[in-house]
Each structure stands twice: as structure tokens, then as C-alpha cells.
């Protein structure tokens, strides 16, 4: 058996900018990047088609949105300010570090995440100091935006329970959302939903075997 668990609302959770369109536009001029004065209706605006449930990094929608008013800008560039503008701070939900600690007890371990921003996933497992605080380090980390799909779509699933070392089948997932996290119970992994079972009781019932 291996878990994996949601990172955003699972595991912790985090300040997100209301209005993400500002982050972004006083992270680009902090790169002296020129910011377009009708910057909200371009980040707002569709900018190219992504197959359903394709992830649309957030890095390259901020390009193509730029270069959509003239303004060119280096990938390197888009990607370090979108970072910086989602890198907020992060408190570790309750139950969190015990239910990592006894899923590690059992086997490997991954957080499997949809985020569209590149690097953000690691930036906070590192921020939340989970690793450190559980003892034990994740066997994968996998985010959307790096394996191209969203949960619900089977093949993040797929991506994680191979990078586990183990069949679809012998995967269980812990999510907070139905829609999305329970991509994995439709997928032919298990899922487990913190609407049903909270961290501590995960974390418990894991050290007693019971989870599966």
C-alpha cells in the first residue's frame, strides 16, 4: 500500500492573494517588467485551449497575456514572478504531520497536488517544514503543473502510483475536495475524504492498520 496526499487544504493551508492578477503585476515590476494598463482584463482573459483537464501553468498563461498587449518577457523571468507572487505564508493543518508520520510507517509516501504554479508545491512543503517536523521525507512529489494533468483526471493518479513504485489499484489518496480528490476512487486508486475521516483519524487509524 502507498498514500498520497493533497497538499492545499489537506495538509495545509495558505494565504491566497484576492486579487491575483495585482500579486502578479507587482511582482513583474518588481523584474522591471512593463505592466499593461488594462493588466487585469489580460491576466482575466483567455489567451490558448488546453485540452479538458490539461493544467494551464500560470507562468505561461502570464506570458502569453503580457505578449497579448506587446509585452515580451523571458519564460525565467514570468516563472520567478509568478512564484513569488503565490510563496505566501502557510500554516500546517491539525493532524497533518501525525497522518504523514503514520502513513510513512507504511509505506511510500507522495503529495500528489493540483497547482499551476511552477515550483510552488515544493516552495511550500519546504515553507511548512512537513518533512522535517514528520521525520520522514516524501518518496514523490507530484504537482499538476509539472505532470501536465488536474485531479480529477485518472492520469495524475496514474503518474503518482507510479512514482510510488506501485500498482493504481494499491494507491490510496487523502484529499478535502469530492470533485477533485475523489478523481482517484474513479480512477481505481482508493480516496479518502477528509469530509469523512479528519487527519487525527487517518493518522490513527493508520498506526492501527485500518485504513485499508
Known sequence: MALSFDLFGTLVTADRPSEPWDAVAESLTARSVRVPDDWEDAYRSAHREYDRGREAPLDEHVRLALASRGVEVAAETATDAVLDAFDSPVAVRNGAIEAVDAAARRGPVAVCSNCSVPGLVERTIARADIETQSGHSFDAVVASVDCGWRKPHPTIFEVTADALGVALADLVHVG????TDGGAGRAGAQSVLLED??????????REGELC
Open 176 to 179: 478535502d475536495d469530492a470533485r
Open 197 to 206: 475521516r479528519s487527519l487525527p483519524a487517518i493518522a490513527q487509524q493508520l
